[in-house]
């Protein structure tokens, strides 16, 4: 092996012990760059098992002239390839967000309906390279229609390869490669390919580079969801309709799209949480806000209304994928789920609850366990279940998305299963299996929506200079200037405060008052 170039996770020096050698083989790698060195025993040792002493027998493993230990933006030996690197950047970001946390990177933002002009170039600290650009950018260029029809909006769809180049290389997405009037999270993928040589091309990391065009409204919900039932494939028994992929606001469904109907590919939703209905009962899916100290939690489902009723052989089991979600923070362009393009949520599984390693959790499992999985191979032993994954076998963009699992069954030696009427355990409104992720209501409303919850002007004639009232309970709305002199008392007991945020309005205490 030679003149390879081998990405691959660190580990520490001898971890393939002497034991755990391929006895039986010999190979010989030269001018390579490899992460890590681990092979300390075959740098140690010959093809016979020798150890080696000065120079009169070879090792098995020629240590030079590899290089090993490369970082980022430090040049390999000049007898070993360098990787090449590159940095991209959104030419016309209007600012930047938080990414996910203080050591993730920020999130450029353009305005709705705003061109794209994405810049790649060799990333800095490494001699620059010819490279040549493939850029895949995830548009949402499907029609936007009531039932969500998906179209065009598929993970391999689109992508561009731009002239080689040492310098920078911009490149600008308009209105007839990229419908920037659908607002939301997207993801951004690049590569960078070196190309000052003919005989071989090697090619950088993939760049994830999230991009967030903001809405011109608030109170947006955008999202990408896909299901595993194609429909013009397979074909539509009436039943189907009743099996949905949907999502839930604090419990209450607020979309809903049958599996019958479009998910093919993926679909861009988008919901006006202020202004739009739930699709079951009519109501103000603002209503179903909750305010206080809980958090609001959006969760992700399949859901079947009568499970009897679907046949195994109709819906031998079923997939759901939801990627770059997206939750409009008021009067900011800020993402208000921190991990929307689920690229920093780690591990196979979600926890039962959010935790450092995701903001997303399992909310939800119902019982399969009468029957059989189809998953793999027939193995009568094990049962059916649902599950929720971080996959990357499907995704709107970058490495992964939010997977729901629903198995396929069969009825091994015992039970029928010929329908799914052997589901237990099923949750609220029909839900199989779901995820939830949770958000703080205060960043989603406006001043004005406090009068929703119940907060009243506070009505205090000020300066306060005497003992008032115990205001015990309450919520207010501090809308005016008050101030405590020496003589005046303000028991506030158990009271939520919504400051009007102008500087004319504030709270006043002279030195030596305390406040409670």
């Known amino acids: 092996m030679s003149d390879n170039t081998f990405a691959v996770g660190q580990d520490l ?44 027998n070879l090792p098995r493993l020629i240590n030079s002239p590899n290089s090993f230990g490369y970082k980022k933006g430090v040049p390999v030996s000049t007898s070993s390839p360098q990787p090449p690197e590159i940095k991209l950047s959104i030419s016309n970001a209007l600012g930047e967000v938080p990414g996910y946390d203080s050591n993730s990177p920020t999130i450029p933002f353009i305005e709705q309906g705003a061109t794209v002009e994405l810049t790649c170039e060799n990333a800095p600290g490494v001699t620059a390279q010819s490279l040549s650009y493939i850029i895949t950018p995830h548009p949402n260029n499907g029609t936007f229609e009531d039932e969500n029809t998906s179209a065009e909006n598929n993970y391999n769809l689109e992508s561009i390869v731009t002239a080689a180049s040492n310098a920078a290389v911009t490149s600008t997405f308009g209105s007839a490669e ?54 013009d494939l397979y074909g539509v028994s009436a039943p189907l309709s009743s099996v949905y992929k949907q999502v839930a606001l604090n419990g209450h469904v607020i979309w809903r799209e049958s599996i019958t109907e479009g998910g093919d590919d993926w679909e861009y939703v988008r919901i006006d949480i202020k202004n739009d209905v739930d699709p079951i009962n009519g109501n103000p899916i603002f209503d179903h806000i909750v305010e206080g100290s809980e958090p609001n939690t959006l969760t992700f489902s399949i859901a079947i209304v009568n499970p009897g ?11 759901v994928w939801v990627d770059d979600v997206y939750l409009k923070k008021f009067d900011a362009p800020n993402n208000l789920l921190r991990d929307g393009g689920l690229e920093y949520s780690v591990g196979s599984t979600p926890a039962p609850s959010p935790n450092n390693a995701s903001d997303w959790y399992y909310s939800h499992d119902s019982d399969l366990s009468a029957c059989f999985t189809l998953d793999e191979e027939l193995v009568e032993a094990e049962p ?97 200037n008050i101030e405590i002199n020496n003589n005046g008392v303000l028991i506030l007991n158990g009271c939520e405060i919504v400051v009007v945020p102008y500087p004319s309005d504030q709270l006043h205490i002279d030195k030596d008052i305390m406040i409670s």
């Not at 039986?24 to 098992?49: H, I, P, W």
């Not at 005989?199 to 999202?223: R, T």
């Not at 009723?309 to 997939?319: A, H, Y």
């Not at 609220?428 to 919850?453: E, H, K, L, Q, T």
Request: glycine share 8%.
């Open 13 to 56: 020096p001898g971890a393939f012990l002497a034991s755990l050698c391929n006895e039986a083989g010999y190979f010989k790698l030269a001018d390579n760059y490899a992460e890590s060195c681990t092979c300390d025993y075959d740098r140690l040792y010959d093809v016979d098992g020798n150890p080696i002493i000065g120079t009169s």
């Open 178 to 231: 990229w419908n920037t009037s659908n607002p939301g999270l997207y993801g951004i993928d690049v590569a960078g390919v070196q190309t000052s040589t003919t005989a071989v091309n090697y090619q950088s990391d993939w760049i994830y580079q999230p991009l967030i065009i903001a809405p011109d409204l608030n109170y947006i919900l955008s999202f990408n969801i896909k299901d595993s039932y194609f429909e």
């Open 309 to 319: 009723n679907i046949s195994t052989i109709d819906l031998r089991g079923l997939f």
């Open 384 to 480: 059916a279940m649902v599950d929720v994954k971080f996959a990357g076998d499907d995704r709107k963009s970058g490495s992964q998305s939010l997977k729901l699992i629903l198995d396929g069954v069969h009825a091994g030696l015992s039970g029928a299963c010929i329908d799914y009427g052997f589901i237990t355990d099923i949750g609220p409104n029909n839900v199989v299996v779901s995820a939830s992720v949770n958000f703080d209501y205060r960043d989603f409303i406006g001043c004005a929506d406090y009068d929703d919850f119940g907060f009243t002007p506070i009505s205090i004639t000020s300066p306060i200079s005497s003992a008032l009232p115990t205001l015990i309970n309450g919520k207010f709305i501090l809308d005016q």
